[in-house]
Structures are given as structure tokens and as C-alpha cells.
T-cell receptor, first 111, second 114 residues
Framework: GEQVEQRPPHLSVREGDSAVITCTYT??????FFWYKQEPGASLQLLMK?????EINEGQGFTVLLNKKDKRLSLNLTAAHPGDSAAYFC??????????FGAGTRLKVIA | EAAVTQSPRSKVAVTGGKVTLSCHQT?????MYWYRQDTGHGLRLIHY???????EKGDIPDGYKASRPSQENFSLILELASLSQTAVYFC?????????????FGSGTRLLVI
């Protein structure tokens, strides 16, 4: 079945710097990809849903890149600020009910 | 506002005891899910349901039962709680089972088994 590896597990950056989180997946049939943000003690909030047909997706303060050839999904937070401090999870779906989640990245943005 | 509400928010249970975690959704969603989250790991699917009175096994169903008495309610039952079941449990709902559906997650239940 699908396996998702997320790196790095922990990331610390200074305010204003960029932060990059990467997920690699194994199933070439996966075609829906998700990034979630989880603040301490809170639930998961959807940041962005990415379709396999779109390689670059821009959100508010971040960019999601999808490289289908390398089966790699990345989240790039540009100009990180303390409010970005949270855990981030990628999730991959190969076309059914099931999402396969990465292990998460704990991001700390230092003011 | 549509939501997924879990109860309790946290619980301490004794090894061998019975634990029931409850989930209620007002999204009018057909699909509901139970995931567990362990430190350093992503969410793993325990059970799910796509219609009332029916449940399906997920990836890690051993030691857990589920119950879906109505479209709105979905419970996770630990008949004999074990130390290894200490985790955070998330309930979620979605409008369809396919990847085009968006999950709505509950706030989680922190379970400590001692």
C-alpha cells in the first residue's frame, strides 16, 4: 500500500526565513494531495488540497509544489512568522476514502 | 456552523477497562472516521463508516470496535484498554468517500491508559 515519508520531523527557522517540508510517496496512482496544519492541542486544519494536474499551488504565505516524476510533495512557507509555529502533515489519496498521512513536521519559528 | 464534536476531550483509563469515545457531526456527511495519532507519527485509520448501522475496518482495527447508530454519531470502543492504546484519537467526517471530499476533523481526545 501507499507509504508516505515526511521530512524533516523537526524544523526551527528564524522569523522571515523560509521553511520547506517535503513528503515522498510510493503509489504512482496517487492524485490528491493535502497539507494540514495542527496547532498545539488543536485539530487539523486543511491548508491546501492539490490535484495531480497542478504542479505549483500558491496559498497565503506558502507554496505547494508537486513533482509527480519524483513522487514528491513540498510545502514552502515563505517569510515564516511565529504564527506559523505548528505541526504540519501531508496526506495522500490514491482514489478512495483513505488518506495516508506523513508522520508530521514540528515547525518552530523564532522571533 | 457545521462541526465535528468529540467527547471527552481527555480521559484516563485503567488497563483492562472499557473506554468509549464519542463523535457527533452536524455536517450531514455520510462518511465518518476514527484515527489515532501517536507522537512522531501521522494519523492512522482505525475504523470508518459510510452509512448508519455499518462500520468497516481501517488499517489498525485490532483492539477497537466501532458503532454508527445514526448518521450523526460514531463511537470508538476499547473493550479492554491496554497501555499501547494511549494516544490522541481524532474523529472526522466527509461528504463522500472519494479523494475529492474534504475531511472535517474533531478536536481530538487524549487517552491515557494506566
Amino acid at each position: 500500500g501507499e507509504q508516505v515519508e515526511q521530512r524533516p520531523p523537526h524544523l526551527s527557522v528564524r522569523e522571515g526565513d523560509s521553511a520547506v517540508i517535503t513528503c515522498t510517496y510510493t503509489d504512482p496512482n496517487s492524485y490528491y494531495f493535502f497539507w494540514y496544519k495542527q496547532e498545539p492541542g488543536a485539530s487539523l486544519q486543511l491548508l491546501m488540497k492539490v490535484f495531480s494536474s497542478t504542479e505549483i499551488n500558491e496559498g497565503q504565505g506558502f507554496t505547494v509544489l508537486l513533482n509527480k516524476k519524483d513522487k514528491r510533495l513540498s510545502l514552502n512557507l515563505t517569510a515564516a512568522h511565529p504564527g506559523d509555529s505548528a505541526a504540519y502533515f501531508c496526506a495522500v489519496s490514491a482514489g478512495n476514502y483513505k488518506y495516508v498521512f506523513g508522520a508530521g513536521t514540528r515547525l518552530k519559528v523564532i522571533a | 456552523e457545521a462541526a465535528v464534536t468529540q467527547s471527552p476531550r481527555s480521559k484516563v483509563a485503567v488497563t483492562g477497562g472499557k473506554v468509549t469515545l464519542s463523535c457527533h457531526q452536524t455536517n450531514n456527511h455520510d462518511y465518518m472516521y476514527w484515527y489515532r495519532q501517536d507522537t512522531g507519527h501521522g494519523l492512522r485509520l482505525i475504523h470508518y463508516s459510510y452509512v448508519a448501522d455499518s462500520t468497516e475496518k481501517g488499517d489498525i482495527p485490532d483492539g477497537y470496535k466501532a458503532s454508527r447508530p445514526s448518521q450523526e454519531n460514531f463511537s470508538l470502543i476499547l473493550e479492554l484498554a491496554s497501555l499501547s492504546q494511549t494516544a490522541v484519537y481524532f474523529c472526522a467526517s466527509s461528504d463522500a468517500g472519494g479523494p475529492n471530499s474534504d475531511y472535517t476533523f474533531g478536536s481530538g481526545t487524549r487517552l491515557l491508559v494506566i
